[in-house]
């Protein structure tokens, strides 16, 4: 009984930690933006320090289980990057450079594991854009909700939840405590 409860415990680690790496990158993309609208996130608060903690998460979800760890970052950067053409960096498009690292993901631990990732922040991302439809529309910014409409965005949100349920309910629980965690935390740090 006990490797089972150790195991699932290294999945909930593993999922909040590259919860708190994503939270993290994301503010420190949003930064100007939060600024602007008075909202004080934690690369505001963290400063230089964002991306030490950021990559500091992402060891720690990378060392309780790698498999969860990386095919979740995975499917948030392939989902994060999937509009952008603009070339980055490494002399590719962002949606390439997503592409090719949730493939990396696939490689390594397998198509059924990186699918459900994938699958977890598409919705992780409806749901983002239906908690934020207010203030993206204020911003002109590019929302999901607002281009299909709120109905055709939770019915695509509960298919795919259905499906990944059936795919990987484990992997699905551990994704929706951290991302319950972390939108309580952004909602009650917003009063």
Request: hydrophobic residues 55%; neutral net charge; proline residues 2%.
């Amino acid at each position: 009984m006990w490797p089972i409860i150790y195991s699932h415990l290294l999945g909930v680690g593993s999922a909040f930690c590259v919860g708190w790496a994503i939270r993290l990158l994301d503010d420190a993309l949003d930064q100007d933006t939060d600024l602007i609208l008075g909202k004080l996130n934690w690369s505001i608060r963290l400063g230089v320090g964002t991306t030490a903690y950021a990559l500091y998460a992402l060891a720690l979800s990378v060392l309780l289980d790698a498999a969860t760890g990386v095919c979740l970052l995975a499917g948030a950067y392939a989902i994060g990057m999937l509009g952008d053409t603009r070339l980055l960096p490494s002399k590719l498009p962002g949606y390439l450079e997503g592409a090719l690292l949730w493939i990396g993901a696939a490689w390594r631990f397998g198509l059924a594991k990186a699918w459900v990732a994938l699958g977890i922040m598409i919705a992780v991302q409806l749901i983002d854009d239906l908690l934020d439809r207010g203030t993206d529309q204020w911003l002109r910014a590019g929302n999901w909700s607002i281009k299909i409409g709120i109905v055709g965005t939770i019915l695509i949100c509960l298919a795919l939840i259905t499906l990944i349920y059936w795919l990987d309910a484990w992997l699905l629980l551990y994704a929706s405590l951290s991302f319950t965690y972390f939108q309580i935390q952004e909602r009650v740090r917003k009063q």
